[in-house]
């Protein structure tokens, strides 16, 4: 595997479902990024993690709750979600929050989500 | 914060024509601006950046221009193709300490055969 994975590609839950998004980069990269697009709407920065710790934390509703054990694996546990919730789920990393092009986001294909 | 604007929202172009995105962003102290291009079922993936300290940056058919004064910037892509039918997004951020980077709302480009 290379670049940044995400699994599930697609899910669909009703609203008192749990699951699981989950990320992995295989960049050697030191943060890593929960992102929400919707259609018509700039990329939402939800959370982000470097070196394994939460650096920001956007305003999320606390039905979202990310995990990071590791530099390399990102999770974001959903539960009791909203149909407004649904958008495609974007996980990224890169080499440091340092600014500049340390920022360069390595995007993974992302998980499609649906909430019914 | 940064806020960055972006513009057209989509924009469709014969093959061969070229194509402009314009970006404005808000933070002077912006200083890094990179361009993302999103294929359907992909992620962003970035295509070419430009810093501050360069009014000008080209590779291949894809050009980003910068006027620092004016805080815009602009992708320009000659001789489009179809492979070039995507959604692209400006950024901006900065360096210094943790600096997110600020996403446009995304111009969707489709280039008709």
């Known amino acids: 595997e290379t670049g940044v994975t995400q699994t599930p590609r697609h899910l669909v839950m009703g609203m008192t479902n749990k699951k699981s998004l989950k990320c992995e980069q295989h960049?050697?990269?030191?943060?890593m990024y929960w992102y929400k697009q919707s259609a018509k709407k700039p990329l939402e920065l939800m959370f982000v993690y470097s070196l394994e710790e939460r650096v920001e934390n956007n305003s999320v509703p606390s039905r979202f709750s990310p995990e990071c054990p590791n530099s390399s694996h990102l999770f974001l546990h959903l539960h009791t979600l909203q149909p407004e919730d649904s958008a495609l789920y974007l996980c990224?990393?890169?080499?440091?929050?340092?600014?500049?092009?340390?920022?360069?986001?390595?995007f993974g294909p992302g998980t499609r989500l649906t909430v019914l | 914060g940064e806020n960055v604007e972006q513009h057209p929202s989509t924009l469709s172009v014969q093959e061969g024509d070229s194509a402009v995105i314009k970006c404005t962003y808000s933070?002077?102290?912006?200083?890094?601006f990179p361009w993302y291009k999103q294929e359907l079922g992909k992620g962003p993936q970035l295509i070419i950046d430009?810093?501050?300290?360069?009014g000008e940056k080209k590779d291949q058919r894809i050009a980003v221009t910068l006027n620092k004064t004016a805080k815009h910037f602009s992708l320009h892509i000659t001789e489009t193709q179809p492979e070039d039918s995507a959604v692209y997004f400006c950024?901006?951020?900065?360096?210094?300490?943790?600096?997110?980077?600020?996403f446009g709302i995304g111009t969707k480009l489709q280039v008709i055969p």
């Open positions: 960049l050697g990269h030191n943060a």
């Open positions: 933070d002077s102290a912006s200083n890094y």
């Open positions: 430009i810093r501050s300290n360069v």
């Open positions: 950024a901006a951020s900065h360096s210094g300490g943790y600096q997110k980077v600020t």
């Open positions: 990224a990393s890169s080499q440091d929050v340092g600014g500049g092009a340390l920022n360069e986001q390595f």
